[in-house]
């Protein structure tokens, strides 16, 4: 009886040892991948650091994911009237499970400056913050995701083209995630989650009020595991209405999706946003820990 007693503490001391853990989010490491993109230059649709960035991301995934593959497609750039080809960039973990749901991020930048000296207004931007900030989280998953199989089936979709666009005229933006949306090229996700600008030193993501519209209960749930990780800088006050990559999903699509955004880069008072002040100096990795630890504690929680 006692040999038996030792055997069932034993046994049970090595399944609580099997049991997984959530995995753990480096915000260094999501920083890492922030930089290495923006080696690369400006990513303005039709540049060279657009096409050279590209081949980061596929030799990246194609590494880490189960499958990988581009959508692309052709559009006129403004103001040249270019025709460039772009490419939505598609890495799938477990992409047999029965659930699905889809994590996403723009890698594009802005090809011209909306402030600052007006002698650069027609230079393109870095996008440290707008743009590599969301990648960055999203390829650090990927390395977690292929540590770590999770019990769901992940998409993760990197959209192009979503930064072009002309202001006072919303559809003009997200070109890339139309796209994907009119010609979906995956299984019909059950929600999507999309980030974008949460690298700047002073993160605060508040709801965005049409992802609260679009899917209450995701944001509900995300904000509630939020707090209860007491990631500080989510904020379950509402603010503004973002007209970002979420917005075709939900319009055109149908998928319920919902934007995790900073509006202020970095602050109320003073704004980085689409000037050649968005560069890596600006950024810091507090936002991406912050965001990439509550995605990985939502994923791996999933029944």
């Known amino acids: ?31 890492k991948h922030l930089v290495k993109q923006c080696s690369f230059g400006p990513r303005d649709p039709g540049s060279v650091g657009h096409r050279n960035t590209l081949n980061y991301y596929l030799e ?13 497609f052709e559009d006129v750039m403004p103001r040249t009237g270019d025709k460039v080809m772009m490419s939505n960039v598609i890495a799938q973990f477990n992409p047999a499970a029965s659930k699905q749901i889809m994590l996403s991020a723009h890698w594009d930048t802005r090809p011209w400056a909306d402030y600052g000296s007006i002698m650069r207004r027609n230079v393109p ?15 650090e998953l990927a390395y977690i995701l292929r540590a770590t199989s999770p019990p769901i089936g992940v998409s993760l979709v990197l959209f192009d083209a979503e930064d072009y666009g002309s202001s006072g005229d919303s559809w003009s933006y997200a070109i890339g995630s139309q796209y994907f949306a009119k010609n979906l090229p995956i299984a019909f996700p059950e929600y999507a989650i999309n980030v974008d600008m949460v690298a700047d030193k002073q993160p605060q993501f508040f709801v965005e009020r ?4 679009q899917n209450p209960n995701l944001v509900t749930e995300l904000w509630d595991l939020a707090d209860k990780l007491g990631l500080k800088a989510f904020s379950k006050e509402a603010r ?3 007209f970002d990559d979420h917005v075709p999903l939900y319009e055109i699509a149908g998928i319920p999706a919902i934007d995790i955004i900073d509006f202020d880069f ?5 704004n980085y946003h689409h000037t050649h002040n968005d560069v890596v100096e600006n950024c ?6 912050q965001v990439g630890t509550l995605l990985v504690n939502h994923i791996y929680s999933i029944k």
């Open 125 to 139: 931007i870095l996008g440290a913050n707008d743009g590599a900030s969301g990648v960055a989280v999203l390829i």
């Open 60 to 72: 990246t995934f194609k590494g880490l994911a189960d499958t990988v593959f581009t959508q692309s």
């Open 1 to 31: 009886m006692k040999n038996l007693y030792i055997y069932i503490n034993i046994l049970a001391i090595s399944l609580v040892g099997c049991q997984s853990k959530t995995p753990i989010f480096s915000g260094d490491n999501a920083f």
């Open 240 to 242: 503004h209405s973002i």
């Open 266 to 270: 970095p602050n109320e008072t003073v």
């Open 284 to 289: 810091s990795s507090e936002g991406l820990y």
């Open 210 to 213: 049409i992802s609260y519209q």
